[in-house]
Nanobody
Framework: QVQLVESGGGLVQPGESLRLSCAASGFPFRDFAIGWVRQAPGKEREVVSC????????????YYLDSVKGRFTISRDNAKNAVYLQMNSLKPEDTGNYYC?????????????????WGKGTLVTVSS
């Protein structure tokens, strides 16, 4: 069955960095776009970033929420069935549970409803 397992969350101070990892299994990983979805305390889930199917180095699309552009970088390694989210210059408003989610297609979506499988999440807390 489809499995998505996140790791790398933790407690950091504002301005510091974290790298989240998502290990995927149970489906043809290279055929699907993968997203990172965040749920902040008391708020609804939102797609923070997404990376499309990676047919070759030319064809690839990514999506970033406006508030993380320039600070977060998403990447994928199809040989390892893994997706990463490098988060730099973290802010307290980045705090939340971060979920790795499979998009129901090979291209990115900023719609939470487009995700069809989810990991259990990893908690990121940014606080001084």
């Amino acid at each position: 069955q489809v499995q998505l397992v996140e790791s790398g969350g933790g407690l950091v101070q504002p301005g510091e960095s974290l790298r989240l990892s998502c290990a995927a299994s149970g489906f043809p990983f290279r055929d699907f776009a993968i997203g990172w979805v965040r749920q902040a305390p008391g708020k609804e889930r939102e797609v923070v970033s997404c990376i499309s199917m990676y047919r070759n180095i030319v064809y690839r699309s990514t999506y970033y929420l406006d508030s993380v552009k320039g600070r977060f970088t998403i990447s994928r390694d199809n040989a390892k069935n893994a997706v990463y989210l490098q988060m730099n210059s973290l802010k307290p408003e980045d705090t939340g549970n971060y979920y790795c989610a499979r998009v129901r297609s090979n291209d990115c979506s900023k719609d939470v409803g487009a995700m069809d499988n989810w990991g259990k999440g990893t908690l990121v807390t940014v606080s001084s």
